[in-house]
Each structure stands twice: as structure tokens, then as C-alpha cells.
């Protein structure tokens, strides 16, 4: 599955108490964005519904993503991340409605080549090669390192941000990864 | 002195500090060299070549490597809060250092604590961190580019990531955002916005545009709002006061785009190499047209 398929479903309302006064869903806590990246990957390649949400402001460090899941699977899931040797940090009980990843795009068209933002990063190709010639906005540390690997690759052969990203720029900066990858192969 | 504090994108970077300089191609700062790509580098490589086209000393850094896991920028604010209250900064420019809302605020407490107080400049990761915290308003300047200031606007997003969609921007509503980003205490008492129009804003609104040149192909550089910021730090440091030193730094930033005649695909460095051009060629002719409009 896509790794941001879940902006492309249709949102569940679920992450409140129910009409009978219960909490459905939990969030699974990880260290760091890269841990919430392979579990997302693991639950999602095993057939879990889970979205990848921001975390509420209580346990808010900076640079987070948590994941959101049906709290009445919690120990399947937790068996499996912790068989991964990807134990989450902890569990909580989801309260209140979580931050959603932006979903809105910008696209810039120069001709020859093609910018699209998401969020704050941007990715431009040229269109006649499918070359990726630049990355710009952002302000978390790996997006240098993802430019630098990105730049000068061709669409299909360059590292996925999601693969070698860390942060939520690196997130943000898939979204226009997929997005670009879609238009340039209509 | 003007001190920079950022990151390198390689794990094995190790934390260095000096003053830096530009050899051939690279940054040189003690023993380390750095390619002149987008981040840090091309910050450092314009206040370098700002810094020397206008007779100031080359600007002090403070760097580490870090390629998104935040464990270089830990290192990094660790050694900031310890060498900082030993330092003699006038002007301290924080970049590309992980989103971290504890070290910042213990980073800022340090930082707030210094006498003389330094201008304090904030832009990429380290601008989102004081908006995280909700200490905006003890930096002097942020630099956002658009998409960052409905970032900043948007007093429930802990990252741009999160900024909601009725924020998100349009360029004409740039006003309204900045408005929004004060009304909620989420902006530094200075912003420059960087995009098609660049302006300067206090808490008042809009102090000054500037819309020439009109390079479009810039906005797709990586880089390009970095070398901005690295100007009008250097610019800031050299005495000029935050006003004059924004739109200089905003006319230098734009007539360097022209002069490069890039396209969507140039690179960084080869924009950096005209910076003292655009430097002669504005004092050679310091009233030439350039969009300024001073609104406030």
C-alpha cells in the first residue's frame, strides 16, 4: 500500500468516544519519526487500519507523527511491532481529534520543468528527462542530506523520501515525491 | 561577530566551530571542508561572500552533522547552551538544526540570559522550534518563505506539516497571515517573507515590499531563501539597522537571481558566485529600481 494512502481514504470520525462514552482508537508512540515510518510500513504491509496523525499537544516533542489504531487490537499489534524489534515508546488512549497531514498541493508548471509543493517542501523534475533538478523549502536537518540524494536522479530510480527521510519535512517532501511520479506518468 | 549555528548533511560531520572561509569550490572552516549545496552551506557561503565584498569579518560557526535522525542537533544545542554565555556574539543566526521544543527552550533561556543581548535570527528548523514553544517573540527576526508564514499563522500546527488547508497559502493573502501569525504570538518582532513579492513585517504589518526583479525560476532553487538569510545576517552584524539591512539583503538576494539567469534546474553555488556583483552593482547605483515600496 501507498505510503500515504491514508490521505486518500476517506477519514474515519472515529477518534472520539463513541456514542456509548468509549475510546475506539489508541496512538502508538515512537522515539523517533524514522521507528513511525517502518511501523506504518509494517502494520499497513499486514493489513492493519491505521493512519499516521500528529500527536496531541500533551505529549508533543517537535518533529512527531504518531499512529493511530483500533484500541481493541492493541496486543496483536503490539506483538508484532515488538517481533520487529520496533516496541513504541507507549500506548494512549486517543481523547481528543488529531492533527491531519496537509493534503492540498501547488503545482507550478515552468514549461520544461515542473514544480510541486506539500506543505513546505517543493520538488521540481524536468519533464522531457524525468530528472529531478531541484528541492527547496523545508527546514528540518535531512532535507539537505534528501536533496542531495534526490538531485540528479531520475524519478524512478532515486531514493523515496520515505525510505531515507527522518522527519516531517522528509513526509512532506513524499507527498510531492508521489504527486510529481503521478503527473509525470499520465 | 556573527555566529551561525546549523547542520551538514553527513552523519560523520563532526562538530567543528570557527570562522569559515570559501577555498575553490568549498567552505573551509578548521580542518573541515563542505560542499556549497542548499542548508547551511549556502547560508554560510553568503554571509562569506557578503562578508567580504563589504569589508566585515568572515562570520563564525558553529556546525555538526545531521541528517534528520537529531542527533547531531542535540550535540549542537548542548554546546551552544554550554559555550554561548563564554561568547561574545553580536548577531547569532540559528538554521537547519532538528525541531526540538526542550533543547530550544533551554537553548533560548541561555541565549536570553546574554549581555550584550544579540540580534537573534531564526529561520528553517530552528524557526520552527521557537514557534513550537511559543517563543517567537524573543527572536528578532524570522525568514519565512510563504508556505512557512501560514505555518506560523496557524496557531494549532506544530510543524508545516500539520498547517491547516484554509491557511494554507495564497500569495494575496499574505497580509491577512501575518496579521494572524502576531494576533497569536507566533511571530519573531521581524519577518521577512520570501516569495514572488518579498516583504518585511513587524507586528504593525507590512514595513516594505519589494517585487524586482522578477526571477520566477528562484522559487524552485533550493537555496535560495537561505542565501537570503545568510545577507541580511551578515548585513545586520555589519551595523545597519534591521530595517534598511532587510530590504538590502532582499534587492542583493533578487539581483544575485538575475544576474545568475538560472533555470528551474540551476544549482545553488553557481547563484552564490554572483552575490558580489549584485553587491558592486547596488552600490554602484544604490537607487536603481528594484520594486522597493515602502508601505509603513
Known amino acids: 500500500m501507498a505510503f500515504f494512502g491514508f490521505l486518500k481514504r476517506n477519514k474515519t470520525p472515529d477518534t472520539l468516544p463513541d456514542q456509548n462514552g468509549r475510546v475506539e482508537r489508541g496512538i502508538l508512540v515512537f522515539e523517533n519519526t524514522s521507528e513511525v515510518i517502518q511501523a506504518e510500513n509494517l502494520l499497513k504491509q499486514n493489513g492493519w487500519d491505521i493512519r499516521v496523525m500528529g500527536p496531541p499537544p500533551e505529549i508533543r516533542q517537535g518533529c512527531d507523527l504518531v499512529i493511530e489504531f483500533p484500541l481493541i487490537e492493541e496486543l496483536e499489534i503490539l506483538r508484532i511491532l515488538t517481533t520487529a524489534d520496533l516496541p513504541p515508546l507507549k500506548t494512549v488512549p486517543v481523547s481528543s481529534p488529531l492533527l491531519q497531514p496537509v493534503d492540498i498541493f501547488q503545482i507550478k508548471d515552468y514549461g520544461r520543468y515542473l514544480m510541486v509543493r506539500a506543505a513546505n517542501m517543493k520538488l521540481t523534475v524536468d519533464k522531457e528527462t524525468n530528472v529531478i533538478v531541484n528541492v527547496s523549502g523545508g527546514g528540518c536537518p535531512d532535507v539537505p542530506f534528501l536533496a542531495a540524494s534526490m538531485v540528479g536522479q531520475i524519478l524512478a530510480d532515486a531514493p523515496s523520501p520515505r525510505e531515507i527521510g527522518h522527519t516531517l519535512c522528509g513526509y512532506a517532501l513524499q507527498l510531492a515525491y508521489e504527486e510529481v511520479r503521478r503527473r509525470c506518468s499520465a | ?296
Not at chain 2, 12 to 25: A, Y
Not at chain 2, 111 to 125: E, F, H, S, T, V
Not at chain 2, 128 to 137: F, V
Open chain 2, 1 to 296: 561577530m556573527l555566529c551561525v549555528a546549523g547542520t551538514i548533511p553527513e552523519d560523520n560531520f563532526p562538530l567543528v566551530e570557527g570562522t569559515v572561509e570559501i577555498r575553490g569550490n568549498e567552505l573551509q572552516i578548521g580542518s573541515s571542508t563542505i560542499d556549497i549545496h542548499r542548508g547551511t552551506a549556502a547560508l554560510l557561503a553568503a554571509a562569506v561572500m557578503a562578508a567580504a565584498a563589504l569589508k566585515q569579518a568572515a562570520p563564525f560557526a558553529c556546525l555538526v552533522g545531521d541528517t534528520g535522525t537529531g542527533k547531531g542537533s542535540i550535540r549542537l544545542y548542548r554546546h551552544m547552551i554550554d559555550a554561548l554565555p563564554h561568547a561574545s556574539f553580536q548577531t547569532i543566526t540559528l538554521h537547519y538544526l532538528q525541531p526540538i521544543i526542550r533543547w530550544q527552550k533551554s537553548l533560548q533561556a541561555v541565549m536570553g540570559n546574554l549581555k550584550p543581548r544579540p540580534c537573534l535570527i531564526a529561520d528553517a528548523g530552528f524557526m520552527y522550534a521557537a514557534k513550537m514553544s511559543g517563543e517567537a517573540c524573543l527572536y528578532d527576526l524570522f525568514t519565512p518563505d510563504v508556505g512557512e508564514l501560514a505555518f506560523l499563522a496557524d496557531e494549532e500546527a506544530p510543524h508545516p506539516f500539520y498547517t491547516r488547508g484554509f491557511i494554507l497559502h495564497e500569495e494575496n493573502r499574505v497580509p491577512d497571515l501575518i496579521a494572524r501569525a502576531y494576533k497569536h504570538g507566533n511571530a519573531a518582532r521581524h519577518l521577512i517573507v520570501k516569495g514572488a513579492k518579498d516583504y518585511l513585517a513587524d507586528e504593525n504589518g507590512i514595513l516594505e515590499t519589494v517585487d524586482q526583479p522578477v526571477v520566477e525560476a528562484l522559487e524552485a532553487i533550493g537555496g535560495t531563501g537561505d542565501t537570503l538569510t545568510g545577507l541580511v545576517s551578515v548585513l545586520i552584524d555589519a551595523g545597519m539597522n534591521l530595517r534598511e539591512a532587510a530590504v538590502a539583503a532582499i534587492r542583493i538576494n533578487r539581483l544575485t537571481g538575475r544576474i545568475a539567469q538560472p533555470t528551474p534546474a540551476t544549482q545553488i553555488d553557481e547563484i552564490i558566485k554572483c552575490i558580489p556583483q549584485a553587491i558592486r552593482a547596488l552600490r554602484e547605483a544604490p537607487s536603481a529600481d528594484t520594486g522597493r515600496m515602502a508601505t509603513g
